[in-house]
Protein backbone atom coordinates (compact mmCIF):
# COMPACT_ATOMS: atom_id res chain seq x y z
CA UNK A 1 0.00 0.00 0.00
CA UNK A 2 2.68 2.28 1.43
CA UNK A 3 5.07 1.72 -1.85
CA UNK A 4 2.11 1.75 -4.46
CA UNK A 5 0.93 4.79 -3.91
CA UNK A 6 3.59 6.67 -3.17
CA UNK A 7 4.48 6.08 -6.64
CA UNK A 8 1.73 6.44 -8.85
CA UNK A 9 2.18 9.40 -10.64
CA UNK A 10 -2.00 10.66 -10.30
CA UNK A 11 -2.82 9.81 -7.13
CA UNK A 12 -6.87 8.67 -6.62
CA UNK A 13 -9.11 11.55 -5.31
CA UNK A 14 -10.63 10.96 -2.33
CA UNK A 15 -13.32 14.29 -2.31
CA UNK A 16 -15.27 15.82 -5.11
CA UNK A 17 -13.36 19.26 -4.82
CA UNK A 18 -10.15 17.10 -5.33
CA UNK A 19 -11.81 15.56 -8.47
CA UNK A 20 -12.61 19.24 -9.71
CA UNK A 21 -8.96 19.93 -8.55
CA UNK A 22 -7.80 17.41 -11.25
CA UNK A 23 -10.61 18.86 -13.63
CA UNK A 24 -9.03 22.66 -13.54
CA UNK A 25 -5.34 21.17 -13.95
CA UNK A 26 -5.92 18.99 -16.76
CA UNK A 27 -8.38 21.89 -18.71
CA UNK A 28 -5.71 24.32 -18.21
CA UNK A 29 -3.27 22.14 -19.04
CA UNK A 30 -5.28 21.52 -22.76
CA UNK A 31 -6.00 25.13 -23.12
CA UNK A 32 -2.30 26.32 -22.65
CA UNK A 33 -1.34 23.01 -25.34
CA UNK A 34 -3.84 24.92 -27.44
CA UNK A 35 -2.82 28.24 -27.22
CA UNK A 36 1.24 27.03 -27.45
CA UNK A 37 1.35 24.01 -29.80
CA UNK A 38 0.23 25.93 -32.96
CA UNK A 39 2.71 29.46 -32.02
CA UNK A 40 5.45 26.85 -31.56
CA UNK A 41 4.54 24.70 -35.01
CA UNK A 42 4.53 28.26 -36.37
CA UNK A 43 7.99 29.15 -35.66
CA UNK A 44 9.38 25.93 -36.66
CA UNK A 45 7.78 25.94 -40.22
CA UNK A 46 8.84 30.23 -40.81
CA UNK A 47 12.49 29.49 -39.49
CA UNK A 48 12.66 26.75 -42.31
CA UNK A 49 10.78 28.20 -45.02
CA UNK A 50 12.15 31.39 -44.62
CA UNK A 51 15.64 30.74 -43.55
CA UNK A 52 18.48 32.56 -45.49
CA UNK A 53 19.32 31.50 -48.90
CA UNK A 54 15.45 30.13 -49.43
CA UNK A 55 13.70 30.93 -52.56
CA UNK A 56 10.73 32.54 -50.99
CA UNK A 57 8.45 35.52 -51.17
CA UNK A 58 9.27 38.26 -49.14
CA UNK A 59 7.20 40.82 -50.03
CA UNK A 60 4.90 42.26 -47.74
CA UNK A 61 1.10 41.60 -47.76
CA UNK A 62 -1.18 44.82 -47.08
CA UNK A 63 -4.06 42.83 -46.22
CA UNK A 64 -5.02 43.74 -42.56
CA UNK A 65 -8.01 42.46 -40.80
CA UNK A 66 -8.96 43.78 -37.64
CA UNK A 67 -11.23 40.98 -36.93
CA UNK A 68 -8.59 38.60 -36.37
CA UNK A 69 -6.20 41.07 -34.80
CA UNK A 70 -9.18 41.43 -32.13
CA UNK A 71 -9.67 37.97 -31.79
CA UNK A 72 -6.80 36.04 -31.25
CA UNK A 73 -6.40 38.42 -28.53
CA UNK A 74 -9.75 38.04 -27.12
CA UNK A 75 -10.47 34.46 -27.21
CA UNK A 76 -7.59 33.17 -25.13
CA UNK A 77 -8.18 36.10 -22.97
CA UNK A 78 -11.73 34.81 -21.78
CA UNK A 79 -10.68 30.93 -22.16
CA UNK A 80 -7.98 32.02 -19.52
CA UNK A 81 -10.97 34.37 -17.87
CA UNK A 82 -12.73 31.22 -17.33
CA UNK A 83 -9.89 29.35 -15.73
CA UNK A 84 -9.40 32.06 -13.56
CA UNK A 85 -12.87 32.66 -12.47
CA UNK A 86 -13.23 28.77 -11.55
CA UNK A 87 -10.38 29.11 -9.86
CA UNK A 88 -11.04 31.39 -7.31
CA UNK A 89 -14.58 29.05 -6.99
CA UNK A 90 -12.45 26.67 -5.97
CA UNK A 91 -10.10 28.59 -4.02
CA UNK A 92 -12.51 30.57 -1.67
CA UNK A 93 -14.54 27.52 -1.31
CA UNK A 94 -11.71 26.01 0.56
CA UNK A 95 -11.56 29.03 2.63
CA UNK A 96 -14.84 28.58 3.99
CA UNK A 97 -15.68 25.40 5.78
CA UNK A 98 -19.39 24.74 6.20
CA UNK A 99 -20.47 25.60 10.05
CA UNK A 100 -20.92 21.93 10.75
CA UNK A 101 -17.71 20.61 10.20
CA UNK A 102 -15.73 18.84 12.88
CA UNK A 103 -12.54 20.52 13.89
CA UNK A 104 -9.31 18.56 14.24
CA UNK A 105 -6.39 20.09 15.81
CA UNK A 106 -3.06 19.12 14.44
CA UNK A 107 0.69 19.97 15.18
CA UNK A 108 3.85 19.42 13.69
CA UNK A 109 7.00 19.29 15.22
CA UNK A 110 10.62 17.75 14.09
CA UNK A 111 9.40 15.40 12.99
CA UNK A 112 5.65 13.90 13.61
CA UNK A 113 2.50 14.97 13.33
CA UNK A 114 0.17 14.76 16.01
CA UNK A 115 -3.65 15.01 15.54
CA UNK A 116 -6.77 15.47 17.97
CA UNK A 117 -10.21 14.64 17.57
CA UNK A 118 -12.84 16.50 18.86
CA UNK A 119 -13.86 13.77 21.34
CA UNK A 120 -10.22 14.13 23.09
CA UNK A 121 -8.28 11.51 21.04
CA UNK A 122 -5.23 11.97 19.99
CA UNK A 123 -3.03 10.09 17.29
CA UNK A 124 0.55 10.39 16.11
CA UNK A 125 1.40 10.22 12.28
CA UNK A 126 -1.71 8.38 11.06
CA UNK A 127 -4.88 10.06 10.95
CA UNK A 128 -8.57 8.36 10.79
CA UNK A 129 -11.48 9.97 9.63
CA UNK A 130 -15.03 9.99 8.56
CA UNK A 131 -16.28 10.30 5.15
CA UNK A 132 -19.05 12.30 4.14
CA UNK A 133 -18.89 14.88 6.77
CA UNK A 134 -16.85 18.54 6.64
CA UNK A 135 -13.77 18.58 8.63
CA UNK A 136 -11.68 21.35 9.37
CA UNK A 137 -8.36 20.84 10.37
CA UNK A 138 -6.51 23.60 11.95
CA UNK A 139 -2.79 23.41 12.36
CA UNK A 140 0.14 24.60 13.56
CA UNK A 141 3.95 24.38 14.45
CA UNK A 142 5.86 23.23 17.57
CA UNK A 143 9.03 24.49 16.06
CA UNK A 144 10.24 25.07 12.68
CA UNK A 145 7.73 25.13 9.78
CA UNK A 146 6.47 22.46 8.25
CA UNK A 147 3.29 21.56 5.76
CA UNK A 148 0.72 19.19 5.62
CA UNK A 149 0.12 17.60 2.37
CA UNK A 150 -2.44 15.42 2.03
CA UNK A 151 -2.06 14.31 -1.99
CA UNK A 152 -5.52 12.54 -1.98
CA UNK A 153 -7.27 15.60 -0.94
CA UNK A 154 -5.27 17.98 -3.18
CA UNK A 155 -4.74 19.88 -0.10
CA UNK A 156 -1.75 21.47 1.25
CA UNK A 157 -1.60 24.07 4.01
CA UNK A 158 1.67 25.16 5.80
CA UNK A 159 2.00 24.40 9.98
CA UNK A 160 3.75 28.05 10.75
CA UNK A 161 5.16 28.35 14.63
CA UNK A 162 2.99 31.03 16.99
CA UNK A 163 0.10 30.48 14.27
CA UNK A 164 -3.00 28.75 13.35
CA UNK A 165 -3.82 27.91 9.26
CA UNK A 166 -6.54 25.43 8.37
CA UNK A 167 -8.01 23.62 5.67
CA UNK A 168 -11.40 21.98 5.40
CA UNK A 169 -12.90 19.16 3.17
CA UNK A 170 -15.26 16.57 2.61
CA UNK A 171 -13.54 13.55 1.74
CA UNK A 172 -16.67 11.01 0.02
CA UNK A 173 -14.11 7.77 -0.63
CA UNK A 174 -12.95 5.40 2.18
CA UNK A 175 -9.55 4.26 2.05
CA UNK A 176 -6.00 4.48 2.97
CA UNK A 177 -3.89 7.42 1.74
CA UNK A 178 -0.44 9.09 2.34
CA UNK A 179 0.42 12.07 4.15
CA UNK A 180 3.06 13.46 4.35
CA UNK A 181 5.23 16.40 5.29
CA UNK A 182 6.14 18.51 2.44
CA UNK A 183 8.24 21.33 3.73
CA UNK A 184 11.51 20.85 4.60
CA UNK A 185 11.96 20.84 8.06
CA UNK A 186 15.56 19.26 8.96
CA UNK A 187 16.97 15.82 9.09
CA UNK A 188 14.24 13.79 9.72
CA UNK A 189 11.92 15.66 7.03
CA UNK A 190 11.81 12.18 5.12
CA UNK A 191 9.85 10.35 7.87
CA UNK A 192 7.69 12.59 8.82
CA UNK A 193 5.20 11.23 7.07
CA UNK A 194 1.57 8.60 7.89
CA UNK A 195 -1.43 7.37 6.68
CA UNK A 196 -4.62 9.10 6.08
CA UNK A 197 -7.93 6.57 6.86
CA UNK A 198 -11.15 7.70 5.34
CA UNK A 199 -13.76 5.39 6.93
CA UNK A 200 -17.54 5.49 6.91
CA UNK A 201 -19.45 7.48 9.77
CA UNK A 202 -19.92 4.02 11.97
CA UNK A 203 -16.22 2.82 11.39
CA UNK A 204 -15.34 6.04 12.52
CA UNK A 205 -17.17 5.64 15.63
CA UNK A 206 -16.00 2.43 16.45
CA UNK A 207 -12.07 3.34 15.39
CA UNK A 208 -12.37 6.23 18.22
CA UNK A 209 -14.17 4.12 20.89
CA UNK A 210 -12.40 0.40 20.50
CA UNK A 211 -9.71 0.24 17.91
CA UNK A 212 -7.53 3.56 18.67
CA UNK A 213 -5.78 2.19 21.75
CA UNK A 214 -4.20 -0.77 20.01
CA UNK A 215 -3.87 0.26 16.46
CA UNK A 216 -1.35 3.13 17.12
CA UNK A 217 -0.12 3.32 20.48
CA UNK A 218 3.24 1.58 20.19
CA UNK A 219 4.00 3.35 16.91
CA UNK A 220 3.17 6.68 18.47
CA UNK A 221 5.28 5.70 21.63
CA UNK A 222 8.12 5.14 18.93
CA UNK A 223 7.42 8.51 17.68
CA UNK A 224 7.60 10.41 20.64
CA UNK A 225 10.37 8.68 21.88
CA UNK A 226 12.47 10.13 18.83
CA UNK A 227 10.74 13.07 18.61
CA UNK A 228 11.32 14.40 22.48
CA UNK A 229 15.18 13.34 22.07
CA UNK A 230 15.01 9.80 24.03
CA UNK A 231 16.49 7.84 21.20
CA UNK A 232 19.34 10.09 20.90
CA UNK A 233 20.75 9.30 24.31
CA UNK A 234 19.30 5.79 25.10
CA UNK A 235 19.87 4.47 21.49
CA UNK A 236 23.50 5.16 21.94
CA UNK A 237 23.75 8.01 18.78
CA UNK A 238 24.58 10.70 20.98
CA UNK A 239 28.79 10.15 21.52
CA UNK A 240 29.88 10.63 24.77
CA UNK A 241 26.77 10.50 26.27
CA UNK A 242 26.35 7.24 28.49
CA UNK A 243 22.83 6.43 29.09
CA UNK A 244 21.47 2.77 29.82
CA UNK A 245 19.99 0.99 26.74
CA UNK A 246 15.74 0.62 27.76
CA UNK A 247 14.63 -2.28 25.87
CA UNK A 248 14.38 -5.15 28.35
CA UNK A 249 13.79 -2.86 31.08
CA UNK A 250 9.98 -3.14 31.77
CA UNK A 251 9.82 -5.69 34.44
CA UNK A 252 13.34 -5.87 35.34
CA UNK A 253 15.58 -5.30 38.75
CA UNK A 254 16.90 -2.04 38.94
CA UNK A 255 19.81 -1.46 41.12
CA UNK A 256 19.83 1.93 42.47
CA UNK A 257 22.69 4.43 43.61
CA UNK A 258 21.58 3.82 47.67
CA UNK A 259 21.75 0.85 47.34
CA UNK A 260 18.02 -0.38 46.73
CA UNK A 261 17.16 -2.89 44.50
CA UNK A 262 14.20 -2.35 42.75
CA UNK A 263 11.62 -3.16 39.92
CA UNK A 264 11.59 -1.22 36.67
CA UNK A 265 7.60 -0.85 36.52
CA UNK A 266 5.26 1.73 34.86
CA UNK A 267 5.37 4.33 38.18
CA UNK A 268 8.98 3.53 38.60
CA UNK A 269 9.80 4.82 34.10
CA UNK A 270 7.06 7.71 34.76
CA UNK A 271 9.30 9.07 38.21
CA UNK A 272 12.27 8.82 36.06
CA UNK A 273 11.24 10.58 32.72
CA UNK A 274 9.82 13.48 35.10
CA UNK A 275 12.29 13.57 37.76
CA UNK A 276 15.49 11.97 36.85
CA UNK A 277 17.72 13.25 39.55
CA UNK A 278 15.39 10.85 41.66
CA UNK A 279 16.30 7.13 42.11
CA UNK A 280 19.40 7.68 40.65
CA UNK A 281 21.04 4.28 39.47
CA UNK A 282 24.02 2.40 40.70
CA UNK A 283 27.12 2.45 38.64
CA UNK A 284 28.18 6.04 39.17
CA UNK A 285 27.40 7.22 35.76
CA UNK A 286 26.96 11.18 35.00
CA UNK A 287 23.26 12.15 35.33
CA UNK A 288 22.46 14.09 32.03
CA UNK A 289 19.04 13.37 31.50
CA UNK A 290 16.78 16.54 31.26
CA UNK A 291 13.79 16.47 33.39
CA UNK A 292 10.32 16.26 31.01
CA UNK A 293 8.28 17.24 34.27
CA UNK A 294 6.15 20.27 32.57
CA UNK A 295 7.25 19.47 29.29
CA UNK A 296 5.84 16.24 27.97
CA UNK A 297 2.16 16.27 27.90
CA UNK A 298 -0.12 13.84 30.12
CA UNK A 299 -0.99 11.64 27.12
CA UNK A 300 2.22 11.90 25.67
CA UNK A 301 3.94 10.22 28.69
CA UNK A 302 1.41 7.33 28.80
CA UNK A 303 1.97 6.29 25.12
CA UNK A 304 6.11 6.93 25.97
CA UNK A 305 5.54 4.31 29.54
CA UNK A 306 2.98 2.09 27.08
CA UNK A 307 5.91 2.29 24.53
CA UNK A 308 9.08 0.80 26.89
CA UNK A 309 6.42 -1.64 28.39
CA UNK A 310 6.23 -3.45 24.68
CA UNK A 311 10.34 -4.26 25.32
CA UNK A 312 10.96 -6.58 21.86
CA UNK A 313 10.13 -3.33 20.24
CA UNK A 314 11.98 -0.65 21.43
CA UNK A 315 15.13 -2.97 20.71
CA UNK A 316 13.86 -3.42 17.09
CA UNK A 317 13.07 0.55 16.92
CA UNK A 318 16.62 1.09 17.98
CA UNK A 319 18.24 -1.01 15.19
CA UNK A 320 16.19 0.20 12.65
CU1 LIG B 1 8.14 18.75 8.76
Not at 62 to 74: A, P
Amino acid sequence: MKAESALALWPPAASAAAVETDHIILGFTVLTLLLTVPVFLAITYFALRYRQGEEADRSTDERRSVLIEISWMLIPYVLTLFFFGWGAKLFIASRHPPPDAMVVEAVGRQWMWKFQHPTGQSEINDLHLPIDQPVRIRITSQDVIHALYLPALRLQIAALPDRTTEIWFKADRTGTYRLYCSEYCGTDHSVMDGNLTLMTQAEYQDWLTHGHAQQSNVAAGRALYESYGCAGCHDGAVAGVKAPGLAGLYGRAVHLADGRTITADADYIRAKILNPNENRLAGGGKQVMPSFRGVIRPDDLDRLVGYLKATDRVAEGAQR
